[in-house]
């Protein structure tokens, strides 16, 4: 008897009971941690060629993974920045389009008809929580971060009392956590960033690898007022650098919530502020690994605009915009390109780099395909996944499109490598441009738009198309944070 045929015949039922029964797992879903520097210049971390304050982690974490050359914020302050970050809509369409403070703490509310990328993680099965500065609407508000989307929030609510690195109390939650040691400004024994890293890597330590987490980590360093413990980073820097103190606001007695306090060693310190952020980055590198989460995990490093110069600060001393033109508040390079970093083992190239041309509203899309959960639909932003690991499928954005909305209200576009600029914006929607090719000048030094006039209109164009009027948030009317 011939067996052969039986013995296909079976062999090909189990491959086929195989086929119907034990199909592959699918591969987890990431973990994915997203940290958000305040007021970090492109040029202030290692990987983009800073020299004079040290950034190990930061470095590593882009050395282990990819580099985005051409990355931007949502635009070049605070609050809208973050609004575009979480709502996947440039600042045209944003709910939130500048820093508005209402009473009696908390900035202007982002409405709950907005969709979040915390609220999209949330309902695709992930714990959500975030740990920093909110800034998007006071306790209670319909802007509270736990009612948009975050299981967990601890630090600032509010982004002006969060110019105070020792303040008298911060947020669990809706809780109000009175720091006793920093008690009506007149001690300063508790460093805020110190205890928000402490509750971030509580977070990560209780996390377990059946549960998919989504963490938004928006740090307050190195924003604003120029302090520091006086510990070993602050002592490697101290004596290094030529120093002209700054006379501010100081803690004690005549303390007001927003100000910034003096300082003898602004450039010592601000560096080690920056080396400081460093060490929560590696804090929660190690956190991760300990746990066993880091292989898959997606963390991506970046900052939310361009380098300040209040409180003592000097963005040229350390070249915190990395030789592009502007800082906060400009529209140029300078304050809206950002430091990005992302690292994900297995799935993104170590040493890698990219240069596609994506923003804050790129977040939100990206995020939820990742989740492998639906995106949005009537937003701005686009997937950057195939980007992240290396493939050349990836689909690329028409233009970019900016906003600012105080000094006169600003507008900027960036189609491809041509990149233009209306000042004075606010009731002047056929205001000239400034017109820049960034293949050639990054560092807009050349206004192009004398010979090519046509581009210049085109692009300014753009910008009438891209602004949408909001009552809330009209050109030219809003109080800086």
Partial sequence: MNKFPLFAAILAGSIFSTNIFAQAPKPARPNIVFILADDLGYGDVGF??????????????????????????????????????LSGKHTGHTYIRGNKSVEPEGQQPIADSVLTVAEVMKKAGYSTAAFGKWGLGPVGSEGDPNKQGFDKFYGYNCQSLAHRYYPNHLWDNDKKIVLEANKNLLYSKEYAPDLIQKQALAFVESQKPTQPFFLFLPYILPHAELIVPDDSIFQYYKGKFEEKPYKGADYGARAT???????????????????????YVGQVLDKLKEKGLDKNTLVIFTSDNGPHIEGGADPAFFNSSG????????????GVREPFAARWPGMIKPGSKSDFIGAFWDILPTFAELANTPSPTNIDG?????????KPTQKKHDYLYWEFHEQGGRQAVRQGNWKAVRQKAAGNPDGLVELYDLSKDPAEKTNLTPQFPDKAKELGQIMNKAHVSSAIFPFGSLATN
């Fill in 382 to 390: 686009i997937s950057f996944t195939d980007a992240l690991k290396g």
């Fill in 257 to 279: 919530s927003g100000g910034y306090t003096s300082q003898e060693f602004p450039h010592a310190t601000f560096a080690a502020m920056v080396t400081r952020l460093d060490l």
């Fill in 48 to 85: 983009n060629g800073q020299k004079l304050v040290r950034t190990p982690n930061i470095d590593r974490l882009a050395r282990e993974g990819m580099i985005f050359n051409q990355f931007y914020a949502g635009t070049s302050v605070c609050a809208p920045s973050r609004s575009s970050l």
């Fill in 323 to 334: 030789g592009l033109r502007g800082v906060k508040r400009d529209l140029y390079e300078g």
